[in-house]
Protein backbone atom coordinates (compact mmCIF):
# COMPACT_ATOMS: atom_id res chain seq x y z
CA UNK A 1 0.00 0.00 0.00
CA UNK A 2 1.81 3.10 -0.97
CA UNK A 3 1.18 5.95 1.79
CA UNK A 4 2.81 9.10 -0.18
CA UNK A 5 1.47 9.64 -3.42
CA UNK A 6 3.18 11.62 -5.75
CA UNK A 7 2.63 13.59 -9.16
CA UNK A 8 3.76 14.15 -11.59
CA UNK A 9 6.19 11.94 -12.62
CA UNK A 10 8.26 14.17 -14.93
CA UNK A 11 7.82 17.87 -15.52
CA UNK A 12 9.35 20.05 -17.91
CA UNK A 13 9.39 23.48 -17.31
CA UNK A 14 11.11 26.88 -19.25
CA UNK A 15 13.91 28.90 -17.32
CA UNK A 16 11.82 31.26 -15.14
CA UNK A 17 8.69 29.67 -15.15
CA UNK A 18 6.92 28.12 -11.70
CA UNK A 19 7.48 24.16 -11.21
CA UNK A 20 4.85 22.78 -8.73
CA UNK A 21 5.43 19.10 -7.31
CA UNK A 22 2.39 16.97 -5.63
CA UNK A 23 2.03 15.06 -2.83
CA UNK A 24 -0.73 13.11 -0.71
CA UNK A 25 -0.63 11.09 2.50
CA UNK A 26 -2.51 8.68 4.17
CA UNK A 27 -1.65 8.00 7.53
CA UNK A 28 -1.93 10.53 10.09
CA UNK A 29 0.22 9.64 12.09
CA UNK A 30 3.02 11.38 9.84
CA UNK A 31 3.98 14.14 11.98
CA UNK A 32 7.34 15.92 9.77
CA UNK A 33 7.20 16.38 5.97
CA UNK A 34 10.09 16.75 4.17
CA UNK A 35 11.00 17.58 0.58
CA UNK A 36 14.79 16.16 -1.17
CA UNK A 37 16.70 17.15 -4.49
CA UNK A 38 18.49 14.38 -5.77
CA UNK A 39 21.16 14.51 -8.77
CA UNK A 40 22.30 11.76 -10.80
CA UNK A 41 25.20 9.66 -9.32
CA UNK A 42 24.25 11.15 -5.76
CA UNK A 43 21.95 10.73 -2.62
CA UNK A 44 19.30 12.54 -1.82
CA UNK A 45 19.80 15.97 -0.32
CA UNK A 46 17.24 17.78 2.31
CA UNK A 47 15.60 20.65 0.39
CA UNK A 48 13.16 22.36 2.72
CA UNK A 49 10.74 20.82 5.59
CA UNK A 50 7.39 21.70 6.80
CA UNK A 51 5.66 20.41 10.58
CA UNK A 52 1.96 19.93 9.97
CA UNK A 53 0.81 23.25 12.17
CA UNK A 54 2.19 25.40 9.65
CA UNK A 55 0.29 26.11 6.18
CA UNK A 56 3.45 27.96 4.19
CA UNK A 57 6.84 27.85 4.45
CA UNK A 58 9.51 29.26 2.19
CA UNK A 59 12.82 29.25 1.50
CA UNK A 60 14.44 31.39 -1.65
CA UNK A 61 13.00 30.46 -3.93
CA UNK A 62 11.39 27.08 -2.67
CA UNK A 63 8.37 26.92 -1.34
CA UNK A 64 5.63 24.27 0.38
CA UNK A 65 2.28 24.66 0.84
CA UNK A 66 0.57 22.12 3.27
CA UNK A 67 -3.53 21.17 3.45
CA UNK A 68 -3.73 19.01 6.66
CA UNK A 69 -7.55 18.56 6.24
CA UNK A 70 -7.10 17.43 2.42
CA UNK A 71 -3.56 15.25 3.37
CA UNK A 72 -1.65 17.30 0.68
CA UNK A 73 1.01 19.21 0.16
CA UNK A 74 3.45 20.72 -2.74
CA UNK A 75 6.78 22.16 -3.76
CA UNK A 76 6.49 25.18 -5.77
CA UNK A 77 10.03 26.09 -7.29
CA UNK A 78 10.08 29.47 -8.28
CA UNK A 79 11.84 31.13 -11.17
CA UNK A 80 12.91 27.40 -12.16
CA UNK A 81 16.64 27.54 -13.38
CA UNK A 82 18.48 24.57 -15.39
CA UNK A 83 20.79 23.91 -12.51
CA UNK A 84 17.31 22.96 -10.31
CA UNK A 85 16.58 20.15 -12.71
CA UNK A 86 16.90 16.77 -10.70
CA UNK A 87 14.40 14.11 -9.36
CA UNK A 88 12.69 15.50 -6.45
CA UNK A 89 10.72 13.50 -3.48
CA UNK A 90 8.58 13.97 -1.36
CA UNK A 91 8.71 12.04 2.38
CA UNK A 92 6.24 11.98 5.19
CA UNK A 93 8.38 11.40 8.42
CA UNK A 94 7.15 9.38 11.63
CA UNK A 95 9.55 10.44 14.41
CA UNK A 96 7.63 8.38 16.84
CA UNK A 97 8.56 5.26 14.45
CA UNK A 98 11.90 6.80 13.32
CA UNK A 99 11.02 5.78 9.86
CA UNK A 100 10.44 8.37 6.28
CA UNK A 101 7.97 7.14 3.32
CA UNK A 102 9.03 8.65 0.32
CA UNK A 103 6.94 9.52 -2.65
CA UNK A 104 8.14 7.26 -6.45
CA UNK A 105 9.83 10.48 -7.17
CA UNK A 106 9.42 14.02 -10.05
CA UNK A 107 12.06 14.38 -12.39
CA UNK A 108 12.32 17.67 -12.81
CA UNK A 109 13.85 18.91 -16.36
CA UNK A 110 14.41 23.24 -16.46
CA UNK A 111 14.91 24.22 -20.07
CA UNK A 112 17.05 27.13 -21.11
CA UNK B 1 31.42 19.03 9.12
CA UNK B 2 32.24 16.01 6.90
CA UNK B 3 29.19 14.42 5.62
CA UNK B 4 27.83 10.91 5.59
CA UNK B 5 30.50 8.50 5.05
CA UNK B 6 29.39 5.24 2.70
CA UNK B 7 31.88 2.44 1.60
CA UNK B 8 32.30 0.77 -0.91
CA UNK B 9 30.69 3.12 -3.37
CA UNK B 10 30.27 0.21 -5.74
CA UNK B 11 30.67 -3.32 -5.87
CA UNK B 12 29.50 -6.46 -8.13
CA UNK B 13 28.40 -9.46 -6.46
CA UNK B 14 26.83 -13.04 -7.76
CA UNK B 15 23.74 -14.60 -6.42
CA UNK B 16 24.18 -16.57 -3.54
CA UNK B 17 26.88 -14.49 -2.29
CA UNK B 18 26.73 -12.49 0.91
CA UNK B 19 27.75 -8.41 1.03
CA UNK B 20 28.75 -6.11 3.89
CA UNK B 21 27.83 -2.00 3.42
CA UNK B 22 29.16 0.23 5.89
CA UNK B 23 28.23 4.12 7.04
CA UNK B 24 29.64 6.60 9.13
CA UNK B 25 27.28 9.17 10.46
CA UNK B 26 27.59 12.89 10.40
CA UNK B 27 29.35 13.42 13.36
CA UNK B 28 27.27 14.05 16.41
CA UNK B 29 24.68 11.88 15.05
CA UNK B 30 23.18 8.90 16.46
CA UNK B 31 20.48 7.78 14.63
CA UNK B 32 21.22 5.79 11.00
CA UNK B 33 18.33 4.78 8.79
CA UNK B 34 19.06 2.67 5.46
CA UNK B 35 17.25 2.55 2.37
CA UNK B 36 16.97 0.91 -0.87
CA UNK B 37 16.62 2.73 -3.73
CA UNK B 38 15.78 0.80 -7.11
CA UNK B 39 14.02 2.40 -10.15
CA UNK B 40 10.86 0.50 -9.98
CA UNK B 41 10.15 0.19 -6.47
CA UNK B 42 11.49 4.09 -5.32
CA UNK B 43 13.15 4.88 -2.25
CA UNK B 44 12.13 1.71 0.38
CA UNK B 45 12.96 2.09 4.13
CA UNK B 46 15.24 -0.80 5.81
CA UNK B 47 16.21 -0.23 9.24
CA UNK B 48 17.00 2.79 11.28
CA UNK B 49 19.55 2.28 14.60
CA UNK B 50 19.73 4.75 17.67
CA UNK B 51 21.89 3.93 20.19
CA UNK B 52 23.22 0.34 18.91
CA UNK B 53 19.46 -0.35 18.97
CA UNK B 54 17.03 -1.35 15.85
CA UNK B 55 14.22 0.75 16.47
CA UNK B 56 12.46 0.23 13.23
CA UNK B 57 12.47 -2.51 10.99
CA UNK B 58 11.07 -2.35 6.58
CA UNK B 59 9.24 -4.93 4.79
CA UNK B 60 12.74 -6.78 3.69
CA UNK B 61 13.13 -10.58 4.44
CA UNK B 62 15.25 -11.46 7.28
CA UNK B 63 18.89 -11.87 4.66
CA UNK B 64 18.61 -8.19 5.28
CA UNK B 65 20.36 -6.94 8.41
CA UNK B 66 22.18 -4.17 9.79
CA UNK B 67 23.99 -3.19 13.59
CA UNK B 68 25.28 0.06 14.88
CA UNK B 69 28.54 0.42 16.81
CA UNK B 70 29.08 2.57 19.78
CA UNK B 71 30.55 5.25 17.95
CA UNK B 72 27.43 5.25 15.77
CA UNK B 73 28.78 3.63 12.63
CA UNK B 74 26.52 1.68 11.09
CA UNK B 75 26.90 -1.96 9.03
CA UNK B 76 24.21 -3.36 6.91
CA UNK B 77 24.67 -7.12 5.35
CA UNK B 78 22.67 -9.02 3.11
CA UNK B 79 23.09 -12.71 2.49
CA UNK B 80 22.23 -14.71 -0.18
CA UNK B 81 22.19 -12.64 -2.86
CA UNK B 82 19.48 -12.62 -5.44
CA UNK B 83 18.97 -10.74 -9.09
CA UNK B 84 16.54 -8.39 -7.72
CA UNK B 85 19.11 -7.12 -4.04
CA UNK B 86 20.51 -5.01 -7.06
CA UNK B 87 20.16 -1.35 -5.84
CA UNK B 88 21.80 1.85 -4.60
CA UNK B 89 21.94 1.50 -1.10
CA UNK B 90 21.40 4.59 0.92
CA UNK B 91 22.57 5.49 4.49
CA UNK B 92 21.10 8.30 6.17
CA UNK B 93 21.72 10.24 10.02
CA UNK B 94 19.57 12.07 11.68
CA UNK B 95 20.69 15.06 14.23
CA UNK B 96 19.81 15.49 17.74
CA UNK B 97 18.24 12.29 20.63
CA UNK B 98 17.44 10.39 16.85
CA UNK B 99 15.19 10.59 14.08
CA UNK B 100 13.75 13.83 14.36
CA UNK B 101 12.45 13.51 10.81
CA UNK B 102 15.07 14.66 9.04
CA UNK B 103 17.70 12.21 6.90
CA UNK B 104 21.13 13.42 5.63
CA UNK B 105 22.40 10.94 2.82
CA UNK B 106 25.21 9.37 1.65
CA UNK B 107 26.23 9.15 -1.71
CA UNK B 108 25.34 5.63 -1.13
CA UNK B 109 26.58 2.12 -1.65
CA UNK B 110 25.73 0.74 -5.68
CA UNK B 111 24.98 -2.88 -5.38
CA UNK B 112 25.49 -5.42 -9.22
CA UNK B 113 24.29 -8.58 -8.34
CA UNK B 114 25.19 -10.91 -11.55
Known amino acids: QQQVKQSPQSLIVQKGGISIINCAYE??????FPWYQQFPGKGPALLIA?????SEKKEGRFTISFNKSAKQFSLHIMDSQPGDSATYFC???????????FGDGTTLTVKP | KAGVTQTPRYLIKTRGQQVTLSCSPI?????VSWYQQTPGQGLQFLFE???????NKGNFPGRFSGRQFSNSRSEMNVSTLELGDSALYLC?????????????FGEGSRLTVL
Open chain 2, 92 to 104: ASSPRQGFNGELF
Open chain 1, 27 to 32: NTAFDY
Open chain 1, 50 to 54: IRPDV
Open chain 1, 91 to 101: AASSTNAGKST
Open chain 2, 27 to 31: SGHRS
Open chain 2, 49 to 55: YFSETQR
